[in-house]
């Protein structure tokens, strides 16, 4: 185990505070924002979706409100961590009242702003843990040392130690589901079970089956589509990040564009707020660049045969990355309790369908809990 605990206080109280000259610069800069007079339509772009960009950078110009969006996260319990070294932002929700730890792992381009729809309704049943990464948000940047999933994992187990608990659920979605499953993988006895919503890929040995290779090829088509930004973020972040931290017009197209491409239409339109909210967040902490060390860091994959031994659920999104036959699964995950294929409900699940994600996260955990063996607290 490489997380430490610091010396008390490794946990105090935090408030959002975006100084006030940020918010001014933010607001000069909108209102420069060059847009073109004729949308370039190559490449496999729409022009409905750049009016969206377009729509949405007009209202963070015109009519978002950061100070009372501030004010709305503000009346959530929001704590900084300090786990070996590093301080981490963690929203806690739920806390006093006896109910299991659940704690909730996002991915890229989010924060955990993602999660808020759903922490009412959840911590009717669970004491709910939103830490945020190094380099995402309000948590330390934590440049000085590895960001990779595999140290993640160890923070996080590190954080819920600092909160008392020895033992808790965790789901994670995006390069949140890696974190978890590596923290079922690396810490097992930390936790009761998993729930993902992106797994971890096993070794590609013995030889894929049919339908192996065709969900295998069907990723490689949908990554030559969709996955150029991967590329990009993995080889050259920070001359990315150069014109992400300079540009909110740019930054808003860079974030928003997956916001929109991954979320599934079925749900109804996106919050605007919710998407402007996140861009803010990127914006007045300057963490275009440090957010990106996920695709430049990546750990090495699982071994032939090494497998997730912990109790696992896997919950694959309704999105145009195709999902996985459940054989494929079980060679990564050596207790799947089950494999759901959503119908409805994309990438940002929580923050599409907050009803649903509630309602999955309730039937896994009762699955995942079978038998008895809850969170010692």
Same mark, same amino acid.
């Given at each position: 185990?490489?997380?430490?605990?610091?010396?008390?206080?490794?946990?105090?109280?935090?408030?959002?505070?975006?100084?006030?000259?940020?918010?001014?610069?933010?607001?000069?800069?909108?209102?420069?924002?060059?847009?073109?007079?004729?949308?370039?339509?190559?490449?496999?772009?729409?022009?409905?979706?750049?009016?969206?960009?377009?729509?949405?950078?007009?209202?963070?110009?015109?009519?978002?409100?950061?100070?009372?969006?501030?004010?709305?996260?503000?009346?959530?319990?929001?704590?900084?961590?300090?786990?070996?070294?590093?301080?981490?932002?963690?929203?806690?929700?739920?806390?006093?009242?006896?109910?299991?730890?659940?704690?909730?792992?996002?991915?890229?381009?989010?924060?955990?702003?993602?999660?808020?729809?759903?922490?009412?309704?959840?911590?009717?049943?669970?004491?709910?843990?939103?830490?945020?990464?190094?380099?995402?948000?309000?948590?330390?940047?934590?440049?000085?040392?590895?960001?990779?999933?595999?140290?993640?994992?160890?923070?996080?187990?590190?954080?819920?130690?600092?909160?008392?608990?020895?033992?808790?659920?965790?789901?994670?979605?995006?390069?949140?589901?890696?974190?978890?499953?590596?923290?079922?993988?690396?810490?097992?006895?930390?936790? =009761?079970?998993?729930? $993902?919503?992106?797994?971890? #890929?096993?070794? %590609?040995? !013995?030889?894929? &089956?049919?339908? @192996?290779? /065709? *969900?295998?090829?069907?990723?490689?088509?949908?990554?030559?589509?969709?996955?150029?930004?991967?590329?990009?973020?993995?080889?050259?972040?920070?001359?990315?990040?150069?014109?992400?931290?300079?540009?909110?017009?740019?930054?808003?197209?860079?974030?928003?564009?997956?916001?929109?491409?991954?979320?599934?239409?079925?749900?109804?339109?996106?919050?605007?707020?919710?998407?402007?909210?996140?861009?803010?967040?990127?914006?007045?902490?300057?963490?275009?660049?440090?957010?990106?060390?996920?695709?430049?860091?990546?750990?090495?994959?699982?071994?032939?045969?090494?497998?997730?031994? =912990?109790?696992?659920? $896997?919950?694959?999104?309704? #999105?145009?990355? %195709?999902? !996985?036959?459940? &054989?494929?699964? @079980?060679? /990564? *995950?050596?207790?799947?309790?089950?494999?759901?294929?959503?119908?409805?409900?994309?990438?940002?699940?929580?923050?599409?369908?907050?009803?649903?994600?509630?309602?999955?996260?309730?039937?896994?955990?009762?699955?995942?809990?079978?038998?008895?063996?809850?969170?010692?607290?």
């Amino acid at each position: 185990m490489r997380f430490r605990l610091e010396a008390v206080p490794a946990v105090e109280p935090f408030a959002i505070a975006v100084p006030d000259g940020v918010l001014d610069d933010l607001a000069a800069r909108l209102q420069r924002s060059r847009l073109p007079e004729r949308w370039l339509l190559a490449g496999g772009e729409r022009a409905e979706r750049l009016d969206e960009i377009a729509a949405l950078h007009a209202r963070w110009r015109d009519a978002f409100d950061w100070r009372a969006h501030e004010a709305r996260l503000n009346a959530l319990e929001q704590l900084r961590v300090t786990v070996d070294g590093t301080v981490l932002h963690v929203v806690r929700h739920g806390a006093g009242r006896g109910r299991s730890p659940l704690l909730l792992a996002n991915g890229w381009p989010s924060s955990f702003v993602e999660y808020v729809p759903v922490l009412d309704d959840l911590a009717a049943d669970f004491e709910l843990v939103v830490p945020g990464r190094p380099g995402y948000g309000f948590s330390e940047r934590g440049l000085g040392a590895p960001a990779d999933d595999d140290r993640v994992a160890d923070l996080f187990v590190g954080v819920m130690a600092a909160l008392g608990h020895d033992r808790f659920l965790a789901h994670g979605d995006d390069f949140g589901g890696s974190v978890v499953s590596r923290i079922g993988l690396r810490h097992p006895d930390a936790v =009761v079970g998993l729930h $993902v919503l992106e797994w971890l #890929e096993p070794h %590609p040995e !013995p030889r894929p &089956s049919a339908d @192996e290779q /065709a *969900y295998l090829d069907g990723v490689v088509a949908w990554e030559a589509a969709e996955r150029a930004y991967g590329h990009v973020q993995a080889t050259r972040p920070q001359t990315l990040a150069l014109a992400l931290d300079d540009s909110p017009l740019g930054l808003l197209a860079w974030i928003a564009d997956k916001w929109l491409s991954w979320s599934d239409p079925a749900c109804g339109p996106l919050d605007p707020d919710l998407v402007l909210g996140t861009a803010t967040i990127f914006w007045a902490t300057g963490t275009a660049a440090s957010s990106m060390r996920p695709y430049a860091e990546r750990p090495p994959p699982l071994e032939p045969g090494e497998r997730i031994g =912990v109790p696992t659920v $896997v919950t694959a999104a309704h #999105e145009e990355r %195709p999902p !996985p036959p459940r &054989s494929w699964l @079980e060679r /990564a *995950y050596a207790d799947l309790r089950d494999y759901r294929v959503r119908e409805r409900g994309g990438h940002f699940f929580a923050a599409e369908d907050p009803a649903g994600f509630a309602a999955e996260l309730r039937a896994t955990v009762a699955t995942l809990t079978e038998g008895g063996g809850g969170p010692r607290h």
